[in-house]
């Protein structure tokens, strides 16, 4: 490794950071600077790193991001492979919902994967559930480890971009992998029977190279997930495209639209212009972000 070098984190695990340089993977640790300066690197950061011996190195600074996620932590991400099976563990919205929000905020454009669809006799059914998001212009692949089907377009949307598939637990993420590049060898969990949901497989964030200039990120799947602390009620319309439309319309500037005189999206709610699942995901988040705003101010 030179002296001084620019490469990708690849991995993070146990206060280590693994970086791609120059075709090779260096161990390193971070400089103890970062953590006085509030910088904290995540898998997918660009940094600068120095020699620390033959094959190890410190993470010496990052590089500016172009967006970041919290959970999962990873950075300048190019595409968000948004996880969810049609069945064992059924869909769970709230969790889809949520994910998207996060993409939104930082302008990932995210990919719906309808994964385990070959346990789908029917999908008229499954089809009506979702199409509220086919109708908000999310694109979407129904997959299947199985019978392979979609794996193919699902390889064409990850080409030459650095991407992070996420999604509920037991959906079979590391599945998808493993058939996208076959030698991986990921771990599989069974869905558990008693509580409908999946077993944790993955324990760290890890970008996995699937060709040239292709990157994924598998993460571990997950049951919640947090907005961030600086997040505010006023901000979190941005992360629902109908909403945010709708909201043009209302009366006055800084409506949080759950109950203010003359809100156009409870309008739009009202005529059935507005999923009412998600909007009332919506209102949830935004009465749980003014409660942690409060309880951060006490």
Known sequence: MPERAQGRIVRVVAGFYDVEVEGRTVRCRARGVLKKRGVHPVAGDVVRVSAAGPSEGVVEDVLPRKNVLIRPPVANVDLAVLVFSVREPALNR?????????????????LLCWSKCDLLEERSEFAKEVSVYARLGYPMIYVSSVTKEGIEEVRNRLRGKVSVVTGQSGVGKSSLL????????????????????????????????????????????????SFGKELGPEQLVRGFPELLRAGRG???????????????????????????????????????????????YR
């Open 178 to 225: 493993n058939v996208l590049h076959p030698g991986l060898g990921l771990a599989v969990g069974d869905v558990s029977r008693r509580l409908g949901r999946g077993r944790h497989t993955t324990r760290w964030v890890e970008f996995l190279a699937l060709g040239d200039d292709t990157y994924v990120a598998d993460t571990p799947g997950f049951g919640v997930v």
């Open 94 to 110: 709230h969790l889809l919902d949520r994910l998207l929000v996060q993409m939104e905020l930082e302008s990932i454009p995210p």
């Open 250 to 296: 209302c009366q006055y500037r800084g409506c949080l639209h759950i109950g203010e005189e003359g809100c156009a999206v409870r309008a739009a709610l009202d005529e059935g212009r507005i999923d009412p699942v998600r909007y009332e995901h919506y209102r949830e988040w935004v009465l749980e972000l003014r409660r942690t705003r409060d309880d951060r």
